[in-house]
């Protein structure tokens, strides 16, 4: 059995230049009055890596799990747009959801003892989701389970398919949630913190597995992550969410070099560059604003050194600061601070 078949079968490298995989367009997500996703806008192409980065709270989680229709009840969700390769998933019915979460879109959690069922061995649970999308008979959907064990790295897989999670370390129960998410080939992958719950070297072995599926599988994936360092080496374009919003939106490389919103710059400046600097690392004053005490002007104002009286007036909106690259902040709207008012973070 090859691995190719095991997965999708890899598709030819893009530029990204080709149809859009997922458009998001204006997507609100609320939980009664507090209003946790405020209007946030993408497009995925096949082949590129999306990086989503924000602090705690700032509402990447809430947005990943609204594309994928997986909120509790109490969530109310809106979009002006919300396609995957090219169908409507506004209006799709929840039956034809179940049939695209894992066949087409699928994810990957922080902390894989939640996802995974414990009173179930891994390998079952893959072969279940195999059977769940593909019209193929028990042996040959374990061949496959096994197969994707084997390629997500676990070590002697035809006897780890009869594991419970409980079993297994942290680091291989991200593996298995991983041949998981990928067994049936899914077109989107999102992988929500992906690395955090782990100790850092087993951190840098399950980025480096993904790293190497998104060169062979060339899925349009987001990766969410409250860590630039991740972004730096897995992005092709970031989005910065503060509060809700997005705050920036640039190419990887772009947003490291001419970061365009005073937050982004505070990111960039908490990034250790070495082990010693951890010591003396600069951290952002302050925390991001609960949904229920938001500032009506610029959501970062009150953290942020460069705030003017106008920062607090109204919300700036997300305006081209350079080629392909957005910033929401009034500095980028033409609104020049006096020499003596500018002040370094
Ligand atoms: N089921 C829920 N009901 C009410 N509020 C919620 C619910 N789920 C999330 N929230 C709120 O939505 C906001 C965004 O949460 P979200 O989990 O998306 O943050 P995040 O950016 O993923 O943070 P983290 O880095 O901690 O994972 C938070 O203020 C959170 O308290
Ligand atoms: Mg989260």
Known sequence: MSIAATFSSPAPASDFSGEPLLEVQNLRVSFGKLQVVDGISFTLRQGEVLGIVGESGSGKSVSALALLRLLPPNAQVTADRLM?????????????????????????????????????????????????????????????????????????????????????????????????????????????????ALDVTIQAQILELLQDLQDEYQMGTIMITHDLGVVSSFADRVLVMYAGQVVEDAPAAELFARPGHPYTEGLLASIPSSLQDVERLYAIPGSVPPPFDLPSGCRFEPRCTYSRPPCRAARPWLMPFQPHHEAACIRNHGYHFPASEEVAP
Request: proline content about 5%; charged content about 25%; overall charge positive.
């Open 84 to 196: 995957l390769g090219g169908e409507d998933l506004l209006s799709a019915k929840e039956s034809r959801y179940e049939s695209l979460r894992g066949s087409q879109i699928a994810m990957i959690f922080q902390e894989p003892m939640t996802a995974l069922n414990p009173v179930l061995s891994v390998g079952h649970q893959i072969v279940e989701t195999i059977r769940r999308h593909n019209k193929v008979g028990r042996r040959e959907a374990r061949d496959r389970a096994v197969a994707a064990l084997r390629r997500v790295g676990i070590p002697a897989a035809e006897q780890r398919f009869n594991e419970y999670p409980h079993q297994m370390s942290g680091g291989m129960r991200q593996r298995v949630m991983i041949a998981m998410a990928l067994a049936c080939g899914p077109r989107v992958l999102i992988a929500d913190e992906p690395t955090t």
